[in-house]
């Protein structure tokens, strides 16, 4: 999506840096020179250009020593076999072979998962199915619109292109605020300048992917083979050198032209912008009843086993659908959210991982685990937890939830979306631990656009907030009196009667292992705050290492170790 799809606007997660995607992000900074530099055009916070991000992938690929990249070739076939996959690749006459323990399916479309005869479900989920409210009343397979982008530059004697074959400019006379506006249009306008900003890149470059009568375009070709997707999704190009000529013709952008960056001969990208794919039947299916109100169901508490955060809304991409019977789909606002590993374990495979848009989750929420910052998490968590799989001599779904969690979490990744603490602060594995046993829980927020969730580490702990400590400890009666807050001296009675080794635990032992996270108690009788008490549980009763949990967050036992 970032750099062959020439999608280099990312969106969401610009505040939770989370693993490869803050790396990348970091890699942007460095190279542009500060993260305002990033900041070009107004649909994104985060803009650079296709071929740096395209430069900086392959740096990474290339400080890899066991990592052998190749590229050009098609998967063709897949065969499971006892213990392995036998993988064949062809590129023209050539043939590539390859057996892997575990697969990892990170294509597009969910290739290798349809092979290997896996479950799926493609377009839209009836609400009956997933208990969505926002589905459909009767299921269908409309899926979101694809878009080929198109990377433009500006400059002094542009080379505009040759009047496209049917083109006609009415088929983007709403694109924007110009003469050629009529009536037909429901959405807001915006002034072509606007338009064109939109996706400004640094350094003169402009993206072009425009939904409202723009080029995006309607196209299930996702169960196609790729040759014959290549050959439907030539009408996509077409709309978008159509609407390029219109930009340059029509709207008087006569200095923008197609920049030579892609090893294509259209120089448009390598591969269209899906929205959508194959999604996959996992051990856990994501719904957007989990991810608005992750606390709600205590029967699958999935907030537990999360492993990549988002915070983008639902985003649907139906603009270009021909026809008017498309449901009304109420797009909502949500909180930002953790995603529960089982959504990359198949239900009945587990020498597969599932990733990118393949992954269990449905319809509406695809809307927002689709984009390119939970894109990256999910590879990331996929690649990790195939190679504990080998590592351990176990398949996928028999590691311990909790010594992938932990492991995620060394590699600088976020479980949950809090916002209070930098990944760098020495309390966030704390926050995190803690935060993913639901003992303390965060707090979902929205703020104009953005979607947030807080731990509110900062605030004071008070009484109800212990409420959830049953959760963990079911027999958890606090011995303790007086007001609405929890004192020092308060907490380490709780300490001391959920553990029964921690009778000799005294306030200045506490103070001592606060101090070390540079926060202290100043006295016992000190009202302690929430990112206190989360060091406190994490360091003395160590609640995430020894409350092991399965794949829907119950938890299975107690005292395991995580290394």
Request: glycine fraction near 6%; charge should be neutral.
């Amino acid at each position: 999506m970032l750099t062959a799809a020439g999608v280099s606007a990312v969106d969401g997660n610009y505040r939770l840096p989370s693993g490869l995607w803050g790396d990348f992000k970091d890699a942007l900074v460095r190279h542009y020179g500060s993260p305002e530099a990033l900041k070009t055009g107004w649909v994104s916070n985060v803009m650079f250009e296709p071929q740096t991000g395209d430069s900086i992938f392959r740096a990474w690929v290339a400080a890899e020593k066991n990592l052998t990249y190749v590229s050009g070739y098609v998967l063709s076939t897949a065969t499971r076999l006892r213990d392995c996959w036998c993988l064949t690749f062809t590129d023209g006459r050539k043939r590539m072979r390859v057996e892997a323990a575990y697969a990892v399916d990170a294509s597009e479309l969910g290739d290798l998962a349809a092979m290997a005869r896996l479950p799926y479900r493609l377009g839209m989920d009836s609400r009956a199915e997933t208990g969505e409210r926002e589905a459909p009343e009767k299921g269908n397979d409309i899926v979101q619109d694809l878009t080929y982008c198109a990377t433009l530059r500006a400059r002094r004697g542009a080379r505009l292109l040759s009047r496209p074959r049917n083109y006609d400019p009415r088929e983007f006379r709403n694109c924007c605020l110009h003469a050629g506006n009529d009536s037909t249009t429901r959405q807001k306008l915006w002034p072509a300048s606007m338009m064109i900003s939109y996706g400004r890149l640094p350094n003169g470059l402009y993206m072009v992917n425009w939904p409202i009568h723009g080029n995006d375009y309607y196209l299930n070709d996702v169960c196609d083979a790729p040759a014959k997707r290549r050959s439907l999704e030539e009408a996509a190009k077409q709309k978008t050198l159509r609407f390029v000529y219109f930009m340059q013709h029509e709207l008087g952008a006569d200095t923008l032209e197609l920049v030579d960056i892609y090893p294509t001969a259209d120089h448009l990208p390598l591969i269209p912008y899906y929205r959508e794919s194959r999604r996959f039947r996992g051990v856990v299916t994501f719904t957007i009843n989990d991810l608005r109100h992750p606390y709600t169901d205590t029967t699958r508490p999935l907030y537990r086993t999360a492993v990549a955060v988002g915070d983008y809304p639902v985003d649907q991409h139906h603009y270009a659908y021909p026809r008017r019977d498309l449901p009304d789909m109420n797009l909502f606002t949500v909180p930002s959210f953790g995603l529960p590993l089982g959504t990359l374990l198949p239900e009945n495979e587990d020498r597969l991982l599932l990733a990118e848009k393949s992954i269990s989750v449905t319809n509406i929420v695809n809307g927002a685990t689709r984009l390119q910052p939970v894109s990256m998490q999910i590879g990331q968590v996929a690649g990790t937890v195939a190679a504990m799989a080998v590592s351990n001599h176990c398949s996928p779904r028999l590691l311990s939830v909790r010594s992938i969690q932990a492991q995620l979490l060394k590699e600088g990744m976020y479980l949950l979306p809090y916002l209070d603490v930098d990944k760098h602060s020495p309390l966030f594995g704390p926050l995190q631990r803690i935060g993913a046993t639901g003992m303390l829980r965060g707090e979902g927020k929205h703020i104009d656009w953005q979607n947030q969730t807080w731990i509110n580490a900062d605030s004071l702990l008070t009484r109800a907030d212990l409420r959830f400590f049953r959760d963990v400890y079911p027999h958890f009666n606090p011995p303790m009196d007086g007001g609405r807050f929890v004192s020092l001296s308060d907490f380490l009675l709780i300490l001391r009667a959920l553990d029964s080794s921690l009778s000799s635990l005294t306030v200045d032992r506490a103070q001592a292992v606060l101090g070390t996270y540079n926060i202290a108690a100043a006295h016992a009788f000190v009202c302690l705050t929430r990112a206190q008490a989360a060091v406190l549980l994490d360091q003395f009763l160590h609640p995430f290492e020894r409350k092991e949990i399965d794949l829907s967050g119950k938890i299975i036992s107690d005292y395991i170790d995580v290394r």
